[in-house]
């Protein structure tokens, strides 16, 4: 059975290049139904927080990427934890000090021996790649203070746990030969291995934290929804052998293959990332986006006390905006009366002497309605554009400041059917104080 791992550090956030390999490994598991194993490399006692290992397994949760083995989920292979696997280092140690192929230092550091021959890594993305026999020093395992080096832990872990195929960035190629003399030092068989491009930020750098996006908690603070922000990371490296590019979670993992990765770095865009979750967006149903941006409606102090009001109100809105977040800013007026207004636009509405009495027109018309659906409202509207002898097109302006206090959103008759007559009547009244 195909094994595969994820094995971050808490010392931080859950960085989107390490989300995109926990991704990578996922999608291989799922699609030759193997296992997906979370392991924490948290040995770096000094830079390890509780909370930062919270936020990764928040995050790969939020991504919808569970683990079948690993904190909280458990397994046969455990602890899932470095820190709790050093009788396991220590045995390997040992193992490896039997078969001549370690030395110690005056000062009490373990080294290994390395080969000294030609190493060939046989990768999925990079192809073959060989490394001549190394001249370096021979690597420290175990440092004089007893606590052991990433490299040893990490291929003792990977032996110990079964591991048959590693998916990790391409950073770590170069010293993956250290990686396989142990291994077959150790009496065990390397992983298949598949050094996945980096991703680099828009400048063409790698990506740091400080980028945009670089976090996957800001994915979540900002409104993405986890599926869109899934499907946009799976081709950061990849094309899917399939039409169009979003794609659902059960298509990219029957498609996914490692030999189809690229081995070019990946450029990060918030542009095209924003656009995949303004179509998964403009998907989700009346409910769901509700319950989906309601979080963020909350955020910013509107109070829901009318579901389909609010339900209406965010389908009425979804075609403009690409977040969650952006959604306070475009709906606010249907929840409350002391709405903000745009200045500049009420300066120009000013500027126009025959603007009170079109929309006095406008309210006239609107008073004398005895069903208020959206098509009679549309209907009054384009009445009172004729009789004022205009087109509708000049009142739209000034409905749509009347009843929101700004210059965009959605249709003036949308705004004003959700909101009732009485509320209509009301703000027309309250711009016309207003504008003098």
């Known amino acids: 059975m195909i094994r595969v ?43 390890n927080t509780d909370a930062a290992r919270q936020a990764i397994l928040d995050g790969l949760r939020w991504l919808g990427l569970d683990w079948d083995e690993g904190p909280e989920a458990g397994g046969d292979h455990g602890p899932y934890f470095q820190s709790q696997r050093k009788p396991i280092y220590d045995a390997a140690l040992a193992r490896l000090e039997a078969a001549g192929r370690t030395y110690t230092e005056e000062n009490g550091a373990v080294r290994f021996k390395f080969s000294r021959t030609a190493i060939t890594v046989r990768d999925l993305v990079c192809g073959d790649v060989t490394f001549a026999p190394t001249e370096e020093p021979d690597m420290t395992l175990r440092r004089p203070d ?19 195929h ?7 190629l170069s010293n993956t030969w250290k990686h396989m003399d142990l291994f077959a030092a150790l009496g065990k068989d390397a992983p298949v291995y598949a050094h996945i491009p980096l991703i680099l930020n828009p400048g063409g750098s790698k990506m740091s934290k400080r980028d945009e996006g670089a976090s996957i908690q800001s994915y979540v603070d900002s409104g993405f929804l986890p599926d869109a922000v899934f499907n946009y990371l799976c081709l950061l490296g990849w094309t899917p052998r399939a039409e169009g590019e979003k794609l659902d979670r059960a298509t990219l993992v029957s498609l996914f293959d490692p030999a189809g990765v690229h081995s070019a770095n990946a450029r990060f865009d918030m542009h095209k990332c924003a656009w995949f979750n303004a179509q998964y967006l403009r998907e989700l149903d009346p ?12 955020k910013a102090g509107i109070i829901v006390t009318d579901d389909s009001l609010a339900a209406a109100a965010l389908q009425s809105v979804k075609e403009k905006v690409s977040r969650l977040a ?21 300066a120009k509405l000013r500027a126009k002497p025959e603007n009170p009495a079109l929309l006095q027109a406008a309210a006239a018309a609107f008073q004398a309605l005895t069903e208020w659906t959206e098509p009679a409202v549309h209907t009054a509207i384009e009445d009172a ?13 000034l409905l749509r400041f009347a009843l929101s206090g700004q210059t965009r959103g959605p249709g003036v008759a949308t705004i004003a059917h959700l909101i009732g007559k009485e509320r209509t009547l009301g703000r027309i009244q309250s711009a016309l104080a207003k504008m003098g």
């Open 5 to 47: 791992r994820f094995a971050p550090s808490p010392t931080g956030y859950l960085h989107v290049g390490g989300a995109r390999t926990a991704l990578f490994n996922w999608l291989f598991a799922r699609h030759h139904g193997g296992k997906f194993i979370l392991r924490i490399e948290d040995t770096d006692e000094a830079r």
């Open 146 to 164: 007893g606590s052991y080096i990433f490299h040893f832990v990490n291929v003792v872990d990977d032996a110990e746990m079964g591991i048959t």
């Open 166 to 172: 590693v998916i990790r960035g391409e950073d770590h």
């Open 287 to 298: 409910a769901a986006l509700l319950a989906a941006a309601r979080p963020f409606l909350e």
């Open 326 to 346: 952006e959604f306070p800013e475009w709906v606010h007026y249907f929840f409350r009366e002391d709405y903000p207004t745009e200045e500049d636009a009420l």
């Open 385 to 397: 554009a004729k009789g004022a002898g205009v087109k509708p097109g000049a009142l739209m302006p």
